[in-house]
């Protein structure tokens, strides 16, 4: 039996906990658990980005404010447990790839445990899931040997300025030595391929581009500047302060020959190699150079809401699912996920439309979504 999803307001909720709260939604077509998760644009999902925390040790400028916000409540929380039985089915169903977000992943007290469980899935074909990490790198120093002891691929690592002063200024703390040292210690780590990201920002950090390449490849590390999206939680985004991928090019080809790498498929990243190579960069160009029709992501909050777009409107609860047992008419929890899954595909929308002048940014920040 495949779930339908129930609409309130933006949230769809499982009707085994709100069968009186409204119309049903258009559900998805029956399939049978296991098939591969594909939407009505053909698209096959292989990706699921799992937010473990909106909290953070920093304060970005472009992802939250520094002070009053409203974290989510610690009950609504995904346990350990409940974010494995979501990863096994989502690997029964085809998701290869599990990337660990925030907030800040490593302020999850029980992250090395998390990581552990997840990498112990294999999916219908035998073969592990890949365990990936997006992280500010503050705490990598004292738990990344445990992290790749219990299974993790590979880190992304965020540091948009190697300045101190401008570090403070945009993150509110202070802690660019910290950072600095977590990506010290990702390349002693030996984890593969190790990836910078940095937010390009006009007036802020545009003078360091080359500067940042530059510190990437002296540890031995891949730069990917990404275009600032319309994300942060006070909603102060101008289009007019973003640094777009042509402008990002123009720097770089002052400094180095850039060859495109093809071959792009579902990554975010354009890649260019730097003079031949065997150095490359990587631009996420999600507001120039939209790449939605090969996306093939889907996300997961730390409070249990499935989105099928970093900057959809509308969510599909997994909670009451998770909660409040089997349905009413007997169906297992994993089937009652399936069917959410299944949901949450085939209400994928073809792009994101940042660029529609109808768009409207999501409630939700960046901290509160996952990266």
Not at 91 to 105: H, K, M, N, Q, W
Not at 231 to 255: C, F, K, P, Y
Not at 339 to 346: A, I, K, Y
Request: aromatic residues 4%; hydrophobic residues 40%; proline residues 7%.
């Amino acid at each position: 039996m495949t779930a339908i999803p129930v609409t309130i307001g933006r949230r769809m909720l499982h009707p085994a906990a709100s069968a009186d709260r409204g119309a049903p939604a258009t559900a998805a077509p029956a399939v049978s658990m296991g098939a591969p998760l594909v939407d009505m644009h053909g698209r096959v999902h292989r990706d699921l980005r799992v937010s473990l925390t909106d909290r953070c040790s920093l304060r970005c400028t472009y992802c939250m404010p520094e002070q009053g916000n409203e974290w989510l409540a610690r009950t609504s929380i995904l346990t350990v447990d409940e974010i494995v039985r979501i990863a096994r089915v989502a690997a029964a169903d085809g998701i290869t790839t599990f990337r660990l977000t925030g907030g800040e992943p490593l302020l999850r007290t029980d992250i090395v445990e998390v990581v552990r469980r997840l990498a112990a899935i294999t999916g219908p074909d035998g073969a592990p899931v890949e365990v990936a990490m997006t992280t500010n790198g503050i705490r990598l120093p004292e738990l990344l040997p445990a992290l790749v002891d219990a299974g993790l691929h590979r880190l992304n690592i965020s540091i948009d300025t190697l300045r101190r002063d401008r570090f403070h200024v945009l993150t509110r703390r202070d802690r660019l030595d910290d950072v600095r040292a977590g990506i010290a210690a990702a390349q002693a780590s030996g984890l593969r391929p190790l990836k910078l990201n940095a937010v390009a920002m006009r007036n802020v950090n545009e003078d360091e581009l080359v500067e940042l390449v530059e510190f990437a490849i002296a540890h031995d590390a891949q730069m990917r500047f990404i275009e600032q999206m319309p994300l942060d939680a006070g909603h102060t985004w101008e289009r007019s302060r973003m640094v777009t991928q042509e402008e990002i090019l123009t720097a770089l080809s002052a400094r180095w020959t850039l060859t495109p790498v093809p071959g792009r498929g579902g990554a975010p990243a354009a890649r260019w190699v730097l003079d031949g190579g065997p150095h490359a960069v990587g631009v996420i160009a999600s507001v120039t150079a939209p790449f939605c029709g090969d996306c093939d992501r889907l996300r997961l909050t730390a409070d249990g809401q499935l989105r099928n777009c970093l900057f959809s409107s509308t969510e599909y609860d997994l909670l009451p699912i998770l909660r409040t047992g089997p349905s009413p008419g007997g169906e297992p929890v994993e089937t009652g996920i399936d069917g959410m899954l299944r949901s949450c595909v085939h209400g994928k929308l073809p792009g994101h439309a940042i660029n529609d002048p109808a768009f409207l940014q999501p409630a939700r920040g960046m901290n509160a979504i996952g990266g």
